[in-house]
């Protein structure tokens, strides 16, 4: 497989090549010429937020982005704002709404912050939008092409769980800082003196959430529409508290580069998180993103230093003979991962570190997963049940309980 089928070009241009993907995000080989679907990998994270304007500052000042186009009035956008936001190969798109009848607003209306749109790079879109409609996807935007100076742009959009879409984007054939409509725009923002160059560097994984009993036909149609294999399953006591419960199944893009686990609720005492979030965002959306470093405790350091608060885990996770049985040697002391409450699993394949943030916007929907992964292809299954009482602590605080 060569470099071009594997990386996206953000992942070029951030200097990320095929061995560091690998330890990154557990990138695998294979054939792409088997795929009727071929994804190279993300493209772009699309936001609907309340104020496109602070939440680009937020991201770029606590998590470390950089600022890199713009779209709105000043270029023509009379609907919205919106900001490019780039850190290794992520990008985050964030709009917000300028025109009071904006569908943005109408969006965030409903839903609070939120991801709306899930943008994939493809090889091939018209071949992609063929075989989905082929299998019953709903296509919601035609193959077309936009231009401008910097060259050519072809996409469509196919619908998914809730009112989230993907996105499929060609863009080798285009040179610019984003899409035709955006210019190029860098920030003021002076980081602190010894801040590091990035944060993070790539995306992991992206948690979709869907109602009691609607997780098996999204993961059906991920398998049927854009080919995506299963690759893991959690269920009944794998994934439960004495008090709530969910289950959760693991699909995968063919390189392994694009990977989706969708829970669902499962029924228990109490209210799972699963169905806080549903409750909150009126309904299955995007429910945290995992991003991937190859230092976490540096990672996790930067941000709390900027006030980024994470999920607390128990001293007694830690003094667990189980766990350090369990886990063996890993690169980091276990007191280190103590101090920040950076929890730990192990698999056949190796071992991750992995922390969560509380939720990032008002309402108590989406938030993020910080992941570095050592071999391990897996999503800490050891952990479960250790986030899920942490986030349950949350929630009785909340009320939400």
């Known amino acids: 497989m060569s470099l071009q089928d594997t990386l996206t070009n953000e992942e070029r241009l951030a200097d990320l090549d095929l061995e560091s993907l690998k330890q ?11 795929d009727p679907f071929p994804v190279t990998g993300w493209d772009a994270t699309v936001w609907a937020v309340g104020n496109a304007t602070q939440t680009a500052h937020f991201f770029q000042s606590a ?57 994939l790079e493809v090889p091939d879109v018209d071949k ?22 910097h060259g050519t742009v072809r996409s469509a959009a196919i619908a998914t769980y809730g009112e989230t879409r993907h996105t499929l984007i060609d863009r080798s054939k ?8 955006y210019v190029a725009r860098t920030s003021s923002l002076v980081k602190r003196e010894g801040a590091p160059k990035r944060i993070f560097q790539a995306l992991d994984h992206i948690v979709g959430n869907v109602e009691l009993g609607n997780m098996d036909q999204w993961v059906g149609f991920y398998n049927r529409v854009m080919g995506f294999t299963n690759m893991a ?19 995968a893009s063919g390189n392994h580069r694009v990977k989706f686990p969708l829970n669902e609720p499962a029924i228990a ?37 900027e006030g980024v608060e994470f999920l607390a885990t128990p001293d007694s996770y830690y003094e667990d003979p189980e766990l350090r049985s369990r886990i063996g040697q890993v690169r980091v002391p276990i007191d280190q991962l103590q101090q920040r409450g950076i929890l730990v699993d192990r698999d056949e394949d190796g071992y991750l570190l992995q922390i969560f943030t509380k939720p990032t916007g008002d309402r108590p929907t989406v938030f993020f997963e910080f992941i570095e992964r050592h071999g391990s292809l897996g999503f800490g299954k050891g952990n479960f ?3 899920f009482e942490a986030i349950e602590r949350e929630q009785a605080k909340r009320g939400n309980f």
């Not at 609907?79 to 300028?98: P, Q, T």
Request: with cysteine; glycine share 10%; hydrophobic share 40%.
């Open 63 to 119: 998590f470390g982005m950089e600022l890199v186009a713009y779209s709105g009035p000043e270029t023509g956008n009379r609907d919205h704002l919106s900001f490019v936001l780039k850190s290794g190969g992520v990008r985050f798109v964030i709009n917000g709404g300028v025109d009071p009848d904006s569908a943005v607003i109408a969006h965030h209306a409903r839903h609070g912050d939120g991801i709306t749109d899930i943008a």
């Open 174 to 181: 285009y040179d610019g800082p984003y899409l035709p409509g």
């Open 128 to 149: 992609c939008i063929e075989h989905a409609r082929s299998q019953g996807a709903t296509v919601l935007v035609e193959p077309h092409d936009i231009s401008d100076e």
């Open 233 to 251: 399953e959690f269920i009944g006591d794998d994934i439960a508290t004495d008090y709530s419960a969910l289950m959760s199944k693991v699909v």
């Open 269 to 305: 005492a109490k209210k799972s998180q699963i169905d806080e979030y549903l409750e909150f965002y009126r309904g299955p959306g995007a429910q945290h993103i995992a991003l991937a470093t190859n230092d976490i405790l540096r990672t996790v350091d930067a941000l709390v230093a």
């Open 385 to 387: 049940k250790a986030l």
């Open 24 to 34: 990154l995000v557990g990138l695998v080989e294979y054939d792409s010429a088997t």
